[in-house]
């Protein structure tokens, strides 16, 4: 069946150092790929996406690539800060839009 | 200003009650949802409404019934609670121009 795989955390990384999270899918037809971001006590927010194969998408610093080949969307950041400290959700968008599949989200800790 | 909104943000009961949780939102979005996220973050989607109609339901047991009475709202009624049920609910709805999901802030539900 249709899923996401995601790297377990937590990851804990010092303030400047650069970021990947693992992400890749299982899906039949052609699936949008996210990454959603978790802050504390919060819901879920979109941080980027990507509609098709070669997509880059991009935002605060984060970009993710849509690659069909390895059926992969890795979320990347080149310089962390405390503030991005949050759980990060893979996830990817089937059946016309109306089922998101999520990943088992990876915590991320930032140390000053 | 709030998006989604739900009601009420914390939720503690018995077992074998019955309750209900609301969802609103002020986007005009013509879809929502509601997911459960367990203990460990976990995401599953529960059910997708588009237009006040039922598309999606993940084989979640007949004790949860959303209802819709508009295409603002979408309420969540659990009948016979069990411990299990204990998780923190999302809403989200979807739309406008990025076609974009918008969470609510969520509702934890403890089922003592």
Not at chain 2, 26 to 30: A, P, Q
């Given at each position: 069946g249709d899923s996401v795989t995601q790297m377990e955390g937590p990851v804990t990384l010092s303030e400047e150092a650069f970021l990947t999270i693992n992400c890749t899918y299982t899906a039949t037809g052609y699936p949008s790929l996210f990454w959603y971001v978790q802050y504390p006590g919060e819901g879920l927010q979109l941080l980027l996406k990507a509609t098709k194969a070669d997509d880059k998408g991009s935002n605060k610093g984060f970009e993710a690539t849509y690659r069909k080949e390895t059926t992969s969307f890795h979320l990347e950041k080149g310089s962390v800060q405390v503030s991005d400290s949050a759980v990060y959700f893979c996830a990817l968008e089937l059946g016309g839009g109306f089922k998101t599949i999520f990943g088992a989200g990876t915590r991320l800790f930032v140390k000053a | 200003d709030t998006a989604v909104s739900q009601t009420p943000k914390y939720l503690v009961t018995q077992m074998g009650n019955d309750k209900s949780i609301k969802c609103e939102q002020?986007?005009?979005?013509?879809t929502m949802y509601w997911y459960k996220q367990d203990s460990k973050k976990f995401l599953k989607i529960m059910f997708s409404y588009n237009n006040k109609e039922?598309?999606?339901?993940?084989?979640?047991?007949?004790?949860f019934s959303p209802k819709s009475p508009d295409k603002a709202h979408l309420n969540l009624h659990i009948n016979s609670?069990?411990?299990?049920?204990?998780a923190v609910y999302f809403c989200a709805s979807k739309g406008g121009p990025y076609n974009e999901q918008f969470f609510g802030p969520g509702t934890r539900l403890t089922v003592l």
């Open positions: - | 002020n986007l005009g979005h013509d039922l598309i999606i339901n993940e084989t979640v047991p007949n004790r609670l069990e411990l299990g049920d204990s």
